[in-house]
């Protein structure tokens, strides 16, 4: 379980940003649930489908994505420096 939540945690934004909150909210769900039932199976299946559903409908904003392929369409385009 230890692992998991060090994979689901490792590339989300410090920020509050609608990732980090699928992420917390996929972990605190997966936390209570475990913590009610006792049963890593359900806890790990409930923590995903609300990471999920909220990663699949918050609107998703990634300004590093976005600045890095900005930086890389300039370098590639010498005339718009």
């Given at each position: 379980m230890t692992i998991l939540v060090f994979y689901t945690v490792r590339h989300a934004p410090?920020?509050?940003?609608?990732?980090?909150a699928a992420v917390a909210a996929g972990l605190i769900v997966t936390a209570g649930l475990?913590?009610?039932?006792?049963?890593?199976?359900?806890s790990v299946l409930g923590g995903?489908?609300?990471?999920?559903?909220?990663?699949?409908?918050?609107?998703?904003?990634?300004?590093?994505?976005?600045?890095?392929?900005?930086?890389?369409?300039l370098a590639s385009n010498p005339e718009s420096g």
């Open positions: 410090v920020a509050l940003t609608p990732v980090a475990h913590l009610w039932r006792r049963n890593a199976i359900v995903t489908a609300v990471h999920v559903a909220l990663a699949s409908t918050l609107p998703a904003r990634n300004d590093s994505c976005q600045d890095a392929r900005e930086s890389v369409v």
